[in-house]
T-cell receptor
């Protein structure tokens, strides 16, 4: 079990630029989640995949956000035309199939918008 | 939508004192999970409660799930500096694979 891997760990960019983050889940986990976390808050759900299918996306999520999991393995999260309010920690988590399974989180990508 | 509220937001204790955090859901849950996040780290799964009235223990940590499956608590006996971190509850409703996290309780232990 090599754990959930996220890249990069930190990203600093200017407002208006596009950014892309990558998540490599634990290999046998077919369910993958993206969350956003800001200081003093719990992880906020963004989107969720079962294998390559994106099953749910938060209604609060801007159209500037898009996620893919093309082969049901790694996933990418892209933010277009970044805004100051996008500054946060972006967490990826994976879990095996079946009910009552815990999520395993990666170390996250910290995004700072200048 | 489902809401999960957690109190207190912060708790300062002297090492050796006990600590409790409470979690309340606006809807009945199918199960509840607890996670710990160390400063600068990521959430790490601690435990899951499924049954009404369930109580589980992990060394000095005691987890409870309410009879109505709408509230839960985590109690730490005789805190240690290694207990420092933020404790999150995450509730799931029937059939959903998407947990709703509380905002967490940050535990600060003074030696």
């Amino acid at each position: 079990d090599t754990g959930v891997s996220q890249d990069p760990r930190h990203k600093i960019t200017k407002r208006g630029q596009n950014v892309t983050f990558r998540c490599d889940p634990i290999s046998e986990h077919n369910r993958l989640y993206w969350y956003r976390q800001t200081l003093g808050q719990g992880p906020e759900f963004l989107t969720y995949f079962q294998n390559e299918a994106q099953l749910e996306k938060s209604r609060l999520l801007s159209d500037r956000f898009s996620a893919e999991r093309p082969k049901g393995s790694f996933s990418t999260l892209e933010i277009q035309r970044t805004e100051q309010g996008d500054s946060a920690m972006y967490l990826c988590a994976s879990r095996p199939d079946g009910i009552n399974q815990p999520q395993h989180f990666g170390d996250g990508t910290r995004l700072s918008i200048l | 939508g489902q809401q999960v509220m957690q109190i207190p937001q912060y708790q300062h204790v002297q090492e050796g004192e006990d600590f409790t955090t409470y979690c309340n859901s606006s809807t009945t849950l199918s199960n509840i999970q607890w996670y710990k996040q160390r400063p600068g780290g990521h959430p790490v799964f601690l435990i899951q409660l499924v049954k009404s009235g369930e109580v589980k223990k992990q060394k000095r940590l005691t987890f409870q799930f309410g009879e109505a499956k709408k509230n839960s608590s985590l109690h730490i006996t005789a805190t240690q500096t290694t207990d420092v971190g933020t404790y999150f509850c995450a509730g799931l409703t029937g059939g959903s694979y998407i947990p709703t996290f509380g905002r967490g309780t940050s535990l600060i232990v003074h030696p």
